[in-house]
């Protein structure tokens, strides 16, 4: 038994070459790694056996059984010893494959970051974003901890692109998209191609360029998107924040994500008013001296960075929108 040889090389002080061979023959055949294991657990039981009956005083061991028997009893301890190596191996290198070749990638608030991947393909990540990746033979996989990403997706027809965001799961070949993580959603957008994507118990959707997708635990909404919408949501590739009549209150939380100090809303009445334009993540005193020519709203600067949001009593201004940004 090829097994049973192999375990006596493996425990008769091997050479490195030795090492790798026996590797080699487990991982050529499904069916070697079983027979190498069940060699490894007979060789524990019979060594178990043996510390056991090493308390019993037991006449020689010539004197039990004849010399074909002994012959036997020692093919049954390699055998043993075997399946027990073939085990430890097995599971040596399944977790070397679950638990290596993961990278993890974040941004700080107010950084934008862009990765080039191993397969060709480009990561993006948001403000305040963190995504892990894996890469096998066989898959792309990656995870998308917290924030905002991403994808240009390099064709690769033999290894899907799998994207995981809480409970959805979004599968590319070659195409691109953008993941964003709110707080009981996840909302896609798909610039190019085509993906699919299923989440919970929900039934697999497929999305394609100029549509988008609102993922719930289980539930799959799909949404058409205009080309001004897909803009605006992809705007901040380009470090940008584009409004589009949002309510201050919505705005300000857009530009949040890229400040440590946050924009606060100090009275009701501002809160409903609206705001468009084209303003820059990194600077927000852009946007907020926009919000002062433009609408009844002055800015209170807080001694830790932060502003606040007041209302100035003068004439409507609620339909008036601010100024685009340069």
């Not at 480009?122 to 924030?147: M, Q």
Request: proline residues 4%; hydrophobic residues 45%; negative net charge.
């Amino acid at each position: 038994m090829e097994a049973a040889r192999l375990l006596a090389r493996l425990n008769s002080d091997p050479t490195p070459q030795d090492e790798d061979e026996i590797c080699a023959w487990i991982e050529a055949d499904p069916r070697h790694g079983v027979a190498f294991a069940r060699a490894e657990a007979a060789w524990d039981a019979a060594e178990r056996l043996k510390s056991a009956a090493a308390e019993v005083n037991l006449p020689p061991l010539e004197a039990i059984v004849s010399e074909e028997q002994q012959r036997r009893l020692s093919r049954n301890i390699m055998i043993a010893a075997g399946i027990a190596i073939a085990f430890f191996i097995v599971a040596a290198i399944v977790t070397i494959r679950t638990f290596s070749g993961v990278d993890r990638y974040e941004t700080a608030v107010g950084q934008i970051r862009d990765v080039a991947l191993a397969d060709g393909s480009i990561l993006h990540l948001n403000s305040n974003s963190e995504a892990e990746v894996r890469f096998t033979d066989i898959g792309r996989k990656v995870r998308v901890l917290k924030g905002e990403a991403s994808f240009d997706v390099a064709h690769d027809k033999g290894r899907p692109f799998d994207v995981e965001v809480r409970s959805a799961q979004i599968r590319a070949v070659g195409t691109a998209f953008n993941v964003r993580m709110r707080p009981s959603v996840v909302e896609l957008t798909v610039t190019q191609g085509t993906v699919t994507v299923h989440s919970g118990n929900s039934g697999l959707e497929k999305v394609s360029a100029g549509s988008g997708a609102v993922i719930q635990s289980r539930s799959i909404d799909l949404t058409h998107l205009s080309p001004k919408l897909i803009d605006q949501r992809t705007a901040w590739r380009d470090q940008m924040v584009e409004l589009d009549g949002e309510t201050i209150e919505q705005a300000a939380s857009e530009f949040n994500r890229y400040r440590r100090a946050p924009i606060l809303i100090g009275d009701a009445r501002v809160s409903s008013l609206r705001v468009g334009g084209r303003f820059r993540v990194s600077d927000s005193k852009e946007f907020l001296s926009a919000l002062q020519l433009s609408l009844p709203i002055r800015a209170v600067n807080g001694e830790d960075g932060s502003v606040m949001l007041l209302y100035r009593d003068e004439p409507d201004g609620a339909d008036i929108m601010a100024a685009p940004g340069e």
